[in-house]
C-alpha cells in the first residue's frame, strides 16, 4: 500500500501529460479515433514511461498536488501545440488557393475534425496524413513525447519560464512561421492564379465583346488545376522538410523550457 501512495501520484501526472497531449496532436485527437482508444494508450504509454522514468520520481500528494497536475497538462497542451500548428500549415495554403481559385464558398466539413475546411486544403491534407504515417511520423511523434521527459522532468519550472516570457516569444514566432510556410506552399498557385487575372484584364480591354465573367471562372479552375497537377509531385519533398521544422521547433520548445530563455 505504501508503494501504491508513493508511485501512483507520479503516474497520474504522467497520463496527464501524455493524454493532454492526445487530446490537442493532430492524428489522435481527430474524431475518428475512438476515446477508449485513446485513453487505452495513453495508459500504456503512461506505463511505459513510468517504468523507465517514473519509479524513483516522487510527488507529494498534499494541497500542491492540482498546480502539479495543471503543469503537466499545460506541457502536454504545448508539446501537442506545437504538431497541430504545422499540420494546420496546409489547411491554411489550401484556404489561400482556394479563395484565388473561386472555390472558398465550396468548404466542406472535415469528418476528421468537424469543422469547415478548404477543398485543396482537405486534399494536400489528407496527402500529408499518408506520407506522415509512411514515414512512421507517428512514432518519431510518440519518442518526442516519451523523450520530453529527459528535458522537461516532473519538477519543471514550466511556469516561470511562461513568466519570463520565453514560451510566448516561443510561440509567436512559430505561429508566423507556419503561416509563413503556408504562404510559401501556396505561392505557385497563388501567383499563377494573379497573372491569370491580369491576362483577363487584358482581355477584357483589348476584346470587350468576350465576357470576362463567363469564361474568367472555367478558365481559372483550369489553370488552377494543371498547376496543382504539376506541384504535387514535388509536395513529398515539402513536406519532409515541413516534418522536420516541426521536430527541430519541438526541440526548440524542450530546450526552452528546460534552459530558459538566453
Known sequence: MNMFLQAFPVFLLIFCRITAFFVVAPLFSTR???????????????????????VGESAAFDIGYPLLVIREVLTGVLLGYIVYLFFTVVQTAGAFIDLQLGLAMANIIDPLTGAAAPVTGNLKYYLMLMIFLSMNGHHYMLTALMQSYDWIPLGSELFFRIREGGVTEFLTRTFAMTFSLALQLSAPLVVAMFLTDVGLGFL????????VFVIGIPVKLLV??????LTLPGMTLLFGNLF????????R??????????
Open 253 to 262: 520548445l524542450l530546450a526552452i523550457v528546460n534552459a530558459g530563455p538566453g
Open 244 to 251: 522536420a521544422e516541426m521536430f527541430e521547433s519541438l526541440n
Open 32 to 54: 475518428g479515433v475512438p476515446n477508449a482508444f485513446k485513453i487505452g494508450l495513453g495508459f500504456f504509454i503512461s506505463l511505459i514511461v513510468f517504468l523507465s522514468y517514473g
Open 204 to 211: 477584357a480591354k483589348t476584346a470587350p465583346q468576350f465576357n
Open 224 to 229: 488552377g488545376f494543371v498547376i496543382l497537377a
